[in-house]
């Protein structure tokens, strides 16, 4: 079965760090492009950051260039998200998601994982 | 970067009535080597994950009803719900994946009149 499900979220004061994980199931994890989702409460959906399906590549939203980083390990199908110096702003749910094409860092976003509550507060 | 806009903010259907959610992008989408628009089509209804309904601006995502569809190229999309279903209660958001950022729109939320 297809499925990806985060872990690593919590409360958190600001200016510290917190380290998500994706565990990814039922599909060739290596071949594709994955990314990170937030969504703040009762706000829309604002994505945070791609990684090629190898790792060679990745990308950013300009808020969180700097203090967030996307990794993968293809060995151990997993995705993680390392972020540093936390901001209240940066309060959210993250989901990662799948690109739906093969190979490619940009598509459509076929599967998602439950999402993983950050809150960030003093 | 290319910023996705969403039409109305909010609407409420009757039951079987015609839904009709437009999105604008400030950039084509449409990539002219394969003539096809970097446009997808989200539902998520309270507590969920968002779930893929439409990519290509018009494909629709296997296991979709058929009563959902897709249209639009360039920068004017829209997303029909041809007979409202109860359980079709959700917020819908258009995103483009053409280039980085992949930016959503602020979402459309759908409800029974």
């Known amino acids: 079965q297809v499925q990806l499900v985060e872990s690593g979220g919590g409360v958190v004061q600001p200016g510290r760090s917190l380290r998500l994980s994706c565990a990814v199931f039922?599909?060739?994890?290596?071949?594709?492009?994955m990314h990170w989702v937030r969504q703040a409460p009762g706000k829309g959906l604002e994505w945070v950051a791609v990684?090629?399906?190898?790792?060679?590549?990745?990308n950013y939203i300009d808020s969180v260039k700097g203090r967030f980083s996307i990794s993968r390990d293809n060995s151990k199908n997993t995705l993680y998200l390392q972020m540093n110096s936390l901001r209240v702003e940066d309060t959210a749910v993250y989901y990662c998601?799948?690109?739906?094409?093969?190979?490619?860092?940009?598509?459509?976003?076929?599967?998602w994982g439950q999402g993983t509550m950050v809150t960030v507060s003093s | 970067d290319i910023v996705m806009t969403q039409s109305p903010d909010s609407l409420a259907v009757s039951l079987g009535a015609r839904a009709t959610i437009s999105c604008k992008s400030s950039?084509?989408?449409?990539?002219?080597?394969?003539?096809?628009?970097?446009l997808a089509w989200y539902q998520q209804k309270p507590g969920q994950p968002p779930k893929l309904l439409i990519y290509?601006?018009?494909t629709r995502e296997s296991g979709v009803p058929d009563r959902f569809s897709g249209s639009g190229s360039g920068t004017d999309f829209t997303l029909t719900i041809s007979s409202l279903q109860a359980e079709d209660v959700a917020v819908y958001y258009c995103?483009?994946?053409?280039?980085?950022?992949?930016?959503f729109g602020p979402g459309t939320k759908v409800d029974i009149k």
């Open positions: 950039q084509s989408v449409l990539y002219s080597s394969n003539n096809r628009n970097y």
């Open positions: 290509w601006a018009s």
């Open positions: 995103q483009q994946y053409y280039s980085t950022p992949p930016a």
């Open positions: 990684i090629a399906y190898d790792g060679s590549n990745k």
């Open positions: 039922g599909f060739a994890f290596s071949s594709y492009g």
């Open positions: 998601a799948k690109v739906h094409q093969l190979w490619s860092g940009l598509g459509a976003f076929d599967i």
